[in-house]
């Protein structure tokens, strides 16, 4: 697990703050992705990150704005979320198509 | 429309006894099929993975099953242990067009009580 990093592990925040979310792999993927998971719902996928450029976006608010300088780091951006909002964050990392390792998570609350 | 739905929802069982979550999935084109176990706090970890030719494969006291004809998929835990409480989920590969895409169940929880 320590292959992917995620900070903070948990964030509490209003709905008019701006705060991002970091992810780091140490596996040399060439993928990376960003999860949603909420209680009682399967994961869902928001963005998909290839060579750093972004390939997918399933019709995420605009207020998720996800940033990939390299191939190692990914970022979620957030601001003016709502309390529906609220779950458990999720990054991935793969070589190509294989198998995705997941990291830790950030525990995300909406007030 | 592509689906996987596992069940039971929540299982509840002693330790040292034996469980088997399901897995029915509505995947086309199939690719690949994971379990995933998700401790409470914690990103989902590989368990197995089995393709369309490959009818059973184990990790240590955890089997799977794959009928590929029935697009059903089982785990099967042994002689569980306290650790073993966590979330398991199946996820199924569609390989298309534009690439492979991940479906996600939503989980057994599973809880192992001494």
């Known amino acids: 697990e320590t292959g992917v990093t995620q900070t903070p592990r948990h964030l509490v925040m209003g709905m008019t703050n701006k705060k991002s979310l970091k992810c780091e792999q140490h596996l040399g993927h060439n993928a990376m992705y960003w999860y949603k998971q909420s209680a009682k719902k399967p994961l869902e996928l928001m963005f998909v990150?290839?060579?750093?450029?972004?390939?997918e976006n399933n019709s995420v608010p605009s207020r998720f704005s996800p940033e990939c300088p390299n191939s190692s780091h990914l970022f979620l951006h957030l601001h003016t979320l709502q309390p529906e909002d609220s779950a458990l964050y999720l990054c991935a990392s793969s070589h190509k198509s294989r198998e995705q390792f997941f990291g830790p998570g950030t525990r995300l609350t909406v007030l | 429309k592509n689906q996987v739905e596992q069940s039971p929802q929540s299982l509840i069982i002693l330790e040292g006894k034996n469980c088997t979550l399901q897995?029915?999935?509505?995947?086309?084109?199939?690719?690949?099929l994971r379990w995933y176990k998700q401790d409470t706090g914690r990103g989902p970890v590989s368990l197995t993975i089995?393709?369309?030719?490959?009818n059973t494969k184990s990790n240590g006291r955890y089997t799977a099953t794959l009928d590929a004809d029935t697009k059903q998929s089982s785990l099967h835990i042994t002689a569980s242990q306290l650790s073993d409480s966590a979330s398991y989920i199946c996820?199924?590969?569609?390989?298309?067009?534009?690439?492979?895409?991940?479906?996600f169940g939503k989980g057994t929880t599973l809880s192992v009580s001494s």
């Open positions: 996820v199924v590969s569609a390989l298309g067009q534009a690439g492979t895409a991940l479906i």
């Open positions: 089995m393709t369309f030719s490959e």
């Open positions: 897995c029915n999935y509505t995947v086309s084109p199939f690719s690949n």
């Open positions: 990150y290839n060579f750093k450029e972004q390939t």
